[in-house]
């Protein structure tokens, strides 16, 4: 549970601090700012979230992430999708993804990603992603959080991947999503490069140029990485609504350090000259400079004079790539059920409510986030919308108070063949159940004394497995989740506990 003991005052109801001659229009509305990385693992940084430093701890080095932490509060069981698009969608919707159906990633308009496989049919999905207007084919259609905040006053700031409609439909764009500015975000998922030299694309080794990255010209042929173009960006645009005297909801979704993993030149030598491979070097190099860009960003909202009244949130979409260091002593990567593919970084930073230094050991997921940033807005509308809203505010963790959470049930729902075999996963209390859907097979772990998830406990504890199978499987069949069709049973796959 929290480690705070006590609670600091709440944020003063004005902004204190602004730029001389300017006040931001909208009282007592703080800016917040949400820093979201791309396939960043839980150890992936020199700030340990376990309760001992790893190796990874050790090999990464993030001051801005150590200095983050040091003034907020550090979330140790934090939880995102296993990949991308349904991270995002969650993120805009406050649903859970076996709900809003984006459970794969996106791009292409009406193709999945899905490989076929030997004896499954892949069910049909929200391939399209999230959609602004109702009536798009296989899109789920939502009010975004966003949207929400611009009827709070806020200027909403879009900067770097955005990745929640497929090319050719009205998600692509995240004008069309409530965001005011959108810088660099598309249909694709990363990069074409990150090299200006190479104008982001990724002509200069492939025919696709699908994955290019839009609106960057000014950095075109430029000796610059791609991280820094968009730190650039959005310093600009954090300039732009406080000389516009609006508070401000600024999406800091940077591409790094999804691949293509390219170094960054600026932090690539010190890694590789301390006898790291090409490839850890580069990786290690991508994260530095995505810290960089945190502490840019923490710099500015101090010579803005706006660092009182400004949240800032960090977080990463799902956790590491197979091709980078197993995160341990988390078992598994992007795309799996086990802690390694959903556990992720996560440090709040409120002031007046955080207190620093903090560290918060409740469980808490990515579609908890709409309704979180909503309450720190100051937005309540969403709670009158007809609209299911799955997450739950963590902002009176923010404040220091505790919560009692073994009663709440944490889902994941992925139905596809891509890198791995269909599946979903419940987490209740310490107990966590993974449900194969080929096999009907089932594992039972206890993340509290096994956070490496190396013994199946299923048969040990056949009255917690049937109860986590149950639960599941009423809410996957309560939100009509899509499950595989089994050619050889000539049948579709059953649900959890059928």
Same mark, same amino acid.
């Given at each position: 549970?929290?480690?705070?003991?006590?609670?600091?005052?709440?944020?003063?109801?004005?902004?204190?601090?602004?730029?001389?001659?300017?006040?931001?229009?909208?009282?007592?509305?703080?800016?917040?700012?949400?820093?979201?990385?791309?396939?960043?693992?839980?150890?992936?940084?020199?700030?340990?979230?376990?309760?001992?430093?790893?190796?990874?701890?050790?090999?990464?080095?993030?001051?801005?992430?150590?200095?983050?932490?040091?003034?907020?509060?550090?979330?140790?069981?934090?939880?995102?999708?296993?990949?991308?698009?349904?991270?995002?969608?969650?993120?805009?919707?406050?649903?859970?993804?076996?709900?809003?159906?984006?459970?794969?990633?996106?791009?292409?308009?009406?193709?999945?990603?899905?490989?076929?496989?030997?004896?499954?049919?892949?069910?049909?999905?929200?391939?399209?992603?999230?959609?602004?207007?109702?009536?798009?084919?296989?899109?789920?259609?939502?009010?975004?959080?966003?949207?929400?905040?611009?009827?709070?006053?806020?200027?909403?700031?879009?900067?770097?991947?955005?990745?929640?409609?497929?090319?050719?439909?009205?998600?692509?764009?995240?004008?069309?999503?409530?965001?005011?500015?959108?810088?660099?975000?598309?249909?694709?998922?990363?990069?074409?490069?990150?090299?200006?030299?190479?104008?982001?694309?990724?002509?200069?080794?492939?025919?696709?140029?699908?994955?290019?990255?839009?609106?960057?010209?000014?950095?075109?042929?430029?000796?610059?990485?791609?991280?820094?173009?968009?730190?650039?960006?959005?310093?600009?645009?954090?300039?732009?609504?406080?000389?516009?005297?609006?508070?401000?909801?600024?999406?800091?979704?940077?591409?790094?350090?999804?691949?293509?993993?390219?170094?960054?030149?600026?932090?690539?030598? %010190? !890694? +590789?000259?301390?006898?790291?491979?090409?490839?850890?070097?580069?990786?290690? &190099?991508?994260?530095? @400079?995505?810290? *960089?860009?945190?502490?840019?960003?923490?710099?500015?909202?101090?010579?803005?004079?706006?660092?009182?009244?400004?949240?800032?949130?960090?977080?990463?979409?799902?956790?590491?790539?197979?091709?980078?260091?197993?995160?341990?002593?988390?078992?598994?990567?992007?795309?799996?059920?086990?802690?390694?593919?959903?556990?992720?970084?996560?440090?709040?930073?409120?002031?007046?409510?955080?207190?620093?230094?903090?560290?918060?050991?409740?469980?808490?997921?990515?579609?908890?986030?709409?309704?979180?940033?909503?309450?720190?807005?100051?937005?309540? %509308? !969403? +709670?009158?919308?007809?609209?299911?809203?799955?997450?739950?505010?963590?902002? &009176?963790?923010?404040? @220091?108070?505790? *919560?009692?959470?073994?009663?709440?049930?944490?889902?994941?729902?992925?139905?596809?063949?891509?890198?791995?075999?269909?599946?979903?996963?419940?987490?209740?209390?310490?107990?966590?159940?993974?449900?194969?859907?080929?096999?009907?097979?089932?594992?039972?772990?206890?993340?509290?004394?096994?956070?490496?998830?190396?013994?199946?406990?299923?048969?040990?504890?056949?009255?917690?497995?049937?109860?986590?199978?149950?639960?599941?499987?009423?809410?996957?069949?309560?939100?009509?989740?899509?499950?595989?069709?089994?050619?050889?049973?000539?049948?579709?796959? +059953?649900?959890?506990?059928?």
């Amino acid at each position: 549970m929290l480690s705070v003991l006590k609670k600091t005052g709440l944020l003063a109801a004005s902004f204190a601090g602004c730029i001389p001659g300017i006040s931001q229009e909208v009282p007592g509305k703080p800016n917040i700012i949400l820093f979201l990385v791309d396939d960043m693992g839980w150890q992936e940084t020199s700030v340990p979230f376990w309760d001992k430093k790893t190796a990874l701890n050790e090999r990464y080095q993030t001051p801005n992430m150590e200095r983050l932490a040091s003034q907020g509060m550090k979330f140790t069981q934090a939880y995102a999708c296993p990949l991308s698009s349904p991270t995002r969608v969650s993120l805009m919707t406050g649903m859970n993804a076996a709900r809003h159906g984006v459970t794969n990633w996106t791009l292409r308009k009406n193709i999945s990603p899905d490989t076929k496989h030997s004896s499954l049919d892949l069910p049909q999905w929200n391939v399209n992603g999230l959609s602004p207007v109702p009536g798009i084919e296989k899109t789920v259609y939502a009010k975004t959080l966003p949207s929400y905040l611009q009827e709070e006053g806020y200027k909403t700031i879009h900067v770097g991947k955005a990745h929640w409609g497929a090319k050719g439909t009205p998600g692509e764009d995240p004008l069309n999503l409530g965001f005011d500015v959108n810088i660099a975000g598309h249909a694709p998922g990363g990069p074409g490069s990150y090299y200006g030299k190479y104008n982001f694309s990724a002509a200069w080794r492939s025919e696709d140029t699908i994955w290019d990255v839009p609106g960057l010209q000014n950095y075109h042929e430029k000796d610059i990485f791609l991280t820094e173009a968009l730190t650039l960006e959005a310093l600009k645009e954090m300039k732009k609504a406080v000389k516009q005297g609006l508070p401000f909801y600024l999406y800091m979704s940077h591409y790094a350090v999804h691949a293509p993993w390219e170094k960054d030149e600026r932090f690539y030598n %010190k !890694y +590789k000259s301390g006898g790291l491979t090409d490839f850890e070097a580069t990786l290690a &190099s991508m994260i530095e @400079g995505m810290d *960089k860009s945190l502490g840019d960003i923490l710099n500015e909202v101090q010579t803005l004079g706006i660092e009182e009244n400004t949240i800032i949130i960090f977080m990463s979409d799902n956790g590491a790539p197979s091709q980078c260091p197993q995160n341990v002593p988390l078992r598994g990567h992007k795309v799996s059920p086990y802690e390694g593919g959903i556990r992720d970084p996560m440090i709040v930073k409120w002031p007046g409510v955080t207190t620093e230094g903090t560290v918060c050991n409740t469980p808490v997921i990515i579609e908890d986030f709409f309704p979180s940033i909503l309450d720190m807005a100051g937005s309540d %509308k !969403y +709670k009158k919308s007809e609209e299911f809203i799955d997450g739950i505010s963590f902002t &009176s963790l923010l404040h @220091g108070k505790t *919560k009692d959470v073994s009663d709440r049930s944490f889902i994941w729902h992925f139905p596809h063949n891509y890198d791995l075999e269909p599946y979903s996963v419940i987490r209740k209390g310490n107990w966590k159940l993974i449900y194969w859907y080929k096999e009907g097979r089932e594992e039972l772990y206890n993340i509290a004394e096994d956070i490496s998830e190396n013994k199946d406990v299923s048969l040990l504890f056949p009255e917690i497995l049937s109860s986590l199978v149950a639960e599941l499987g009423r809410y996957l069949k309560s939100v009509d989740a899509s499950t595989p069709f089994n050619k050889l049973s000539n049948s579709y796959c +059953k649900f959890p506990g059928e």
